[in-house]
């Protein structure tokens, strides 16, 4: 067993850290209808008896309610953080008192530490992993290779985990199944487009304490995420500018209305930033010097790499903090742009910060945790790679959801089922 510290070992005060995540857990469980319509199951079926969960994830209230799930069903869980400023402490300390799990996430980790506590989670064995990022994946490969054999596989959260993943795969390096539970219509839709929109725009409006009316906002990306910060920067009076690479995103924003120009051209004109791209180097040194005083550099894409914070201290006179979770830097001339959350996700990482709306994060936990069944279950019938999650399990989940908000909806007829599977009905 590892050595490293669970967060029950961490904290000064654990009793008022358990009951606060316990408290924060249960609202966000009276909004959960999915992940509690699959507990009566689990729980009554203990699906993953003898089954060992290692979980790399942003440890907060929804997150926690999947862990306490899987748990329920029989499974000895494992987690960390997939950030090191993501993490609730007190929910990570409600987590740990339950017989069937242990928490090593704790916020505000350093480098050696983030990777300490995977290893901890990596020592449980898990038969299967739950990741955010594929950072327990990467150091199972890459550490932990006598583990491979006895893991049914693994389940993908996000965007640029499943990139990641690919990349591995194309390089024939990735030896057990992962299902890319990001590229789900019931995740990428929602918690992408509404949920990384939403969160993200409250989050940065709650730490600077500024409106978006009348202001420029620079979304970098317009991707799924892009699409959600966007459209919502929009409905706050916002005007928004999109830069791209990729043609038809950047037609698809046109047409939508928002000015696309490249980020040398934003630079000079832009208020808030925002990069969701997933990619590195978005905003970098020559667009600092560029840019007004007073604006707004926040990233919502995965890494903190989106930002080129190297270079900005680099032109930096000057470094303080202006508010909680507002890092101010001051360039020679007077000018002081405000980085946010030191450029890791805003929406997750900011202090105030607490993700993605709870029932937002239901569809997409929703969707891991039969995904997690599946592996357990059918886990032979995956070779070793990247698997798209079979359809019909993303449409138990909207069912699942449908049902509890009372939306009835049609089904096709016998004739219309042949109808759409034939090919030889013309005018
Ligand atoms: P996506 O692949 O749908 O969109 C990314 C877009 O960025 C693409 O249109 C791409 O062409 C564009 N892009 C790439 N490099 C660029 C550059 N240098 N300049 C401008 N545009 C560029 O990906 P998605 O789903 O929108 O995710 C984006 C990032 O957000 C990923 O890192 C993902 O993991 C992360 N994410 C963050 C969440 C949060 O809670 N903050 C939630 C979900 C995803």
């Known amino acids: 067993m590892s050595q490293y510290p669970t967060i029950s070992e961490q904290l000064d005060d654990v009793e008022t850290a358990r009951t606060e995540g316990r408290r924060k857990m249960e609202w966000a469980r009276q909004h959960m209808p999915i992940l509690n319509a699959l507990r009566e199951e689990f729980e009554r079926d203990r699906p993953f008896e003898g089954q060992r969960i290692g979980m790399a994830m942003h440890v907060e209230a929804k997150t ?196 696309v120009m490249p980020m040398a051209e934003a630079a000079e004109v832009g208020d808030v930033f925002i990069t969701v791209t997933g990619n590195r180097d978005v905003i970098t040194r020559e667009d600092f010097e560029r840019m007004n005083d007073g604006v707004l550099l926040a990233n919502a894409g995965h890494f903190d790499i989106e930002i080129d914070l190297d270079a900005l201290s680099d032109l930096a006179v000057d470094q303080y903090e202006a508010r909680d979770g507002v890092e101010a830097y001051e360039l020679e001339d007077g000018r002081r742009l405000n980085v946010l959350a030191e450029g890791r996700l805003v929406n997750l990482a900011s202090p105030i910060a607490l993700g993605h709306p709870v029932e937002v994060m239901d569809q997409s936990f929703g969707v891991q945790a039969v995904c997690v069944r599946e592996l357990v279950e059918n886990g032979d019938a995956y070779d070793a790679g990247v698997h798209d999650v079979p359809d019909e399990l993303d449409r138990e989940v909207a069912e699942i959801k449908l049902a509890a908000e009372g939306v009835e909806f049609d089904s096709l007829t016998d004739a219309q089922t042949e109808y759409m599977g034939s090919w030889q009905h013309g005018t």
Request: hydrophobic share 40%; net charge negative.
């Open 64 to 259: 926690a309610n999947l862990v306490e799930l899987l748990a329920d069903g029989g499974a000895e869980v494992a987690i960390t953080g997939c950030n090191p400023l993501s993490t609730h402490d007190d929910v990570s300390a409600a987590l740990d008192t339950h017989e069937n799990i242990t928490s090593y996430a704790k916020r505000g980790v350093d480098d050696d530490e983030y990777y300490e506590a995977i290893e901890a989670v990596v020592d449980i064995d898990p038969t299967v992993t739950v990741d955010d990022g594929m950072d327990m994946v990467a150091a199972i490969h890459e550490d932990r290779p006598d583990l491979i054999d006895t893991i049914v596989g693994g389940c993908e959260e996000t965007t640029t985990g499943v990139h990641r993943l690919r990349a591995m795969d194309a390089d024939g390096a990735l030896e057990y199944p992962v299902f890319a539970v990001n590229d789900t219509p019931m995740k990428r839709l929602f918690d992408n487009v509404h949920g990384t929109g939403e969160s993200s725009l409250a989050t940065i409006a709650m730490t600077t304490n500024l409106s978006y009316a009348g202001k420029n906002v620079v979304v970098a990306g317009y991707g799924d995420c892009g699409r959600g910060v966007a459209k919502k920067a929009s409905g706050q009076n916002a005007n928004v500018i999109v830069t791209e690479v990729e043609p038809r995103h950047a037609l698809e924003a046109h047409m939508e209305g928002y000015d």
